[in-house]
């Protein structure tokens, strides 16, 4: 699917007709179809093509999860990238092997002052840098349909024993589902596990390092396994929403504005979808982190920002590199937050959020302010991370397959990832 920007084209096109000093040059884009996405770079696109209307862009729309991770990595593979493309920063953009296949961009005048704990994630290990955010840095847990809560009394869990007690007030007093799954979009299924991982430092904070080495797993680390239990734990007691198997990620984020259900684990980039499809219903989205154990340790796990990059194979380079250095000003930013909302602290500086932000951006916001309210997730500390997860995470979270099984199947997954990153002790 491509939605060509016409406007931008035909003004190139009119310049270079009537001798104009500018000719015209057009970039390839590929970008996930998630709506959120599309709206940054329409805003992104518009804000550049003003100062620059001599460029133009072609933009091709492609899956996100596995089947995107696919696309992306083929088209690398062929020389057949678009000039630019959107993907993950962390494990999976290390996975690109981005020393033979993307363009380094730290030369760029607005690249050396992003946030540093950005710029780690999107570094080789000679540390060159390839990407610049697009989205604000995000945090993984529990979207709830706030007038639901204020209706039935209950209050934010910070323990997952909490958490599961007011999912069976919801069943028994409403007929919402309390628990929203979205298996179409099978990338959706891994959020109790992914999302799990600040209460799996807090239990053992060398976890990451250890992992990496190959000297801890999920299957031998009870930690680490109690994300895929939760899975396996709402599914069986009957919390999920009738359609979970055949439920898209958009269908998801309706039920939860609409209060159709009540709890749906999640990123919170995804408040920028809610914004455009369901405007009048932002502030009935509130956000909590997924608990654990012990409230005393509870806290966020937080993903830092997908990210913009070049392949190699491009033929616009200069081009490419010049709209990626735009996409890390803050003129830029701006443009993403007049477009989405405020989903996030955002990394570019002076970026300033808007004074009135959306209640979920409000709960998450705390976390960040409060010292170790927040860890990284694990995919930013560790390169390893299978990419069957999402599969075994559906198969858990449909009953088909258990907790133990799905971890020592992902461990086996992990091992191959981690061979053909060449890491010591695999």
Not at 7 to 35: C, F, K, M, P
Not at 279 to 298: C, E, K, R, T
Request: with cysteine; charged share 20%; aromatic share 10%.
């Amino acid at each position: 699917m491509t939605n060509r920007l016409t406007r931008s084209t035909a003004l190139a096109t009119l310049l270079a007709l009537s001798g104009g000093a500018l000719s015209a040059q057009e970039l390839s884009v590929l970008i996930d179809n998630n709506a959120a996405t599309q709206a940054a770079f329409d805003a992104l696109i518009a804000a550049y093509t003003e100062q620059n209307p001599d460029v133009s862009f072609d933009i091709e729309l492609r899956p996100g999860g596995g089947e995107g991770d696919n696309i992306v990595k083929t088209r690398l593979a062929t020389g057949e990238m678009a000039d630019i493309f959107s993907y993950n920063s962390g494990s999976l953009f290390q996975a690109l092997r981005p020393d033979r296949t993307l363009v380094a961009i730290g030369d760029l005048p607005n690249v050396a002052a992003l946030n540093e704990s950005f710029l780690q994630t999107v570094m080789d290990g000679e540390g060159n840098v390839y990407g610049v955010p697009y989205e604000a840095a995000m945090g993984g847990g529990i979207l709830y349909h706030v007038p639901t809560y204020e209706e039935l009394g209950l209050e934010v869990p910070t323990t997952w024993e909490e958490f599961m007690a007011n999912n069976a007030v919801i069943a028994e007093q409403t007929d919402k589902a309390p628990v929203i799954q979205t298996y179409r979009d099978t990338w959706t299924s891994q959020l109790f596990v992914l999302a799990d991982y600040f209460n799996v430092q807090a239990a053992n904070p060398d976890f990451a390092e250890q992992y990496t080495a190959n000297q801890a797993h999920y299957a031998d680390t009870p930690a680490a396994q109690a994300g895929f239990q939760r899975l396996q734990e709402v599914y069986e007691a009957g919390y999920l929403n009738e359609d979970f198997g055949a439920a898209s990620f958009d269908d998801g984020l309706r039920m939860v504005a609409t209060g159709e259900g009540v709890h749906y684990p999640m990123l919170t980039f995804s408040l920028g979808s809610i914004q455009q499809n369901n405007p009048d219903l932002i502030d009935d989205v509130g956000f909590f982190a997924q608990p654990g154990d012990s409230a005393d340790s509870n806290g966020l796990t937080i993903w830092l920002p997908a990210a913009v990059y070049i392949p190699q194979s491009s033929d616009n380079i200069d081009a490419a590199k010049d709209f990626l250095n735009f996409v890390a000003s803050p003129e830029g930013c701006a443009a993403i937050v007049a477009a989405n909302g405020a989903t996030g602290p955002m990394l570019v500086p002076n970026c300033d959020l808007p004074e009135d932000v959306p209640t979920a951006v409000s709960d998450m916001l705390p976390y960040f302010e409060r010292e170790g309210g927040t860890a990284p997730a694990l995919e930013f500390l560790s390169p390893v991370k299978g990419p069957a997860l999402e599969q075994l995470t559906v198969e858990v979270g449909s009953g088909i397959r258990d907790a133990a099984s799905a971890a020592e199947l992902y461990d086996q997954d992990v091992a191959k990832q981690a061979r053909q990153l060449g890491l010591e002790g695999w």
